[in-house]
């Protein structure tokens, strides 16, 4: 049956108005020095993504979520300029109470070559931005975190999959109540690949992909994909 002009309308009218809803439900903190430089970072980023975006000098900034801002996806851009990984780590620890669950955490201006990344996954570190990344590859990372997946190099993933794999060879595995077609994707999921490569390589759609991950997700009651990529290291 075709479509009349008015129903293609209202379609791209709700679809419209879906993305305006899923955009006030995000926000971005660009958390860092007050510097020119990470107030021109927030414009931009609110302009290319429409997100509001916050520029806090510190963690402690950002704040516990209220209670009106509970189902709200927050991004938590850190800037690491000038950082040492034990920098890091201290202040991450000293506030993860103001983290919760629901928020994202992506370090920036990162130094190639530092080895922070393995040590501080554990912490519960979505992204990684390095000091060469182009502004399209923030924009590409930004939107890939706020649909629930790691921006994160494959190398840096497998090693640190692989380092917790030998710190516990033989622990005992968990029984697992997945279909088959749900370890194909989550075993995908723990090789490094996005919602995207997952549909094209199990020929499903990516709405298909995320239907399968919150079914994954509640199965082996892990609350993100970083976590569900552990289990699988653990237990596949």
Same mark, same amino acid.
Not at 86 to 109: G, M, P, R, V, Y
């Given at each position: 049956?075709?479509?009349? *002009?008015?129903?293609?309308?209202? *379609?791209?009218?709700?679809?419209?108005?879906?993305?305006?809803?899923?955009?006030?439900?995000?926000?971005?903190?660009?958390? +860092?020095?007050? =510097?020119?430089?990470?107030?021109?970072?927030?414009?931009?980023?609110?302009?290319?993504?429409?997100? #509001?975006?916050?520029?806090?000098? =510190?963690?402690?900034?950002? /704040?516990?979520?209220?209670? +009106?801002?509970?189902?709200?996806?927050?991004?938590?851009?850190?800037?690491?300029?000038?950082? &040492?990984?034990?920098?890091?780590?201290?202040?991450?620890?000293? &506030? $993860?109470?103001?983290?919760?669950?629901?928020?994202?955490?992506?370090?920036?201006?990162?130094?190639?070559?530092?080895?922070?990344?393995? $040590?501080?996954?554990? #912490? /519960?570190?979505? /992204?990684?931005?390095?000091?060469?990344?182009?502004?399209?590859?923030?924009?590409?990372?930004?939107?890939?975190?706020?649909? /629930?997946?790691?921006?994160?190099?494959? #190398?840096?993933?497998?090693?640190?999959?692989?380092? !917790?794999? #030998?710190?516990?060879?033989? $622990?005992? !595995?968990?029984?697992?109540?997945?279909?088959?077609?749900?370890?194909?994707?989550?075993?995908?999921?723990?090789?490094?690949?996005? &919602? %995207?490569?997952?549909?094209?390589?199990?020929?499903?759609?990516?709405?298909?992909? !995320? %239907?399968?991950?919150?079914?994954?997700?509640? =199965?082996? &009651?892990?609350?993100?994909?970083?976590?569900?990529?552990?289990?699988?290291?653990?237990?596949?």
């Amino acid at each position: 049956m075709h479509k009349t *002009a008015n129903q293609i309308m209202d *379609a791209q009218y709700g679809l419209q108005a879906d993305h305006e809803i899923a955009l006030r439900d995000r926000a971005i903190y660009v958390v +860092g020095p007050i =510097k020119l430089q990470n107030s021109l970072m927030a414009s931009f980023l609110e302009q290319e993504t429409g997100v #509001k975006c916050h520029v806090v000098e =510190k963690l402690n900034s950002v /704040g516990i979520s209220t209670e +009106g801002e509970q189902n709200r996806s927050r991004l938590i851009l850190w800037d690491c300029f000038g950082k &040492n990984l034990h920098t890091c780590i201290l202040e991450h620890e000293a &506030n $993860q109470d103001k983290i919760s669950l629901q928020d994202f955490i992506a370090l920036f201006n990162l130094s190639s070559g530092l080895g922070i990344e393995r $040590q501080i996954l554990q #912490k /519960g570190v979505h /992204g990684f931005f390095y000091e060469h990344d182009t502004e399209e590859v923030f924009i590409k990372g930004i939107s890939a975190i706020f649909d /629930g997946e790691l921006w994160i190099p494959r #190398k840096i993933m497998a090693e640190y999959i692989m380092s !917790k794999k #030998k710190t516990n060879p033989f $622990q005992k !595995k968990q029984p697992i109540n997945l279909t088959p077609r749900e370890i194909d994707i989550l075993s995908l999921v723990a090789s490094g690949a996005t &919602n %995207t490569e997952i549909a094209e390589e199990l020929y499903i759609s990516p709405c298909t992909v !995320k %239907t399968h991950l919150y079914h994954i997700y509640k =199965k082996i &009651n892990v609350p993100n994909r970083l976590q569900a990529t552990l289990w699988a290291a653990e237990n596949l």
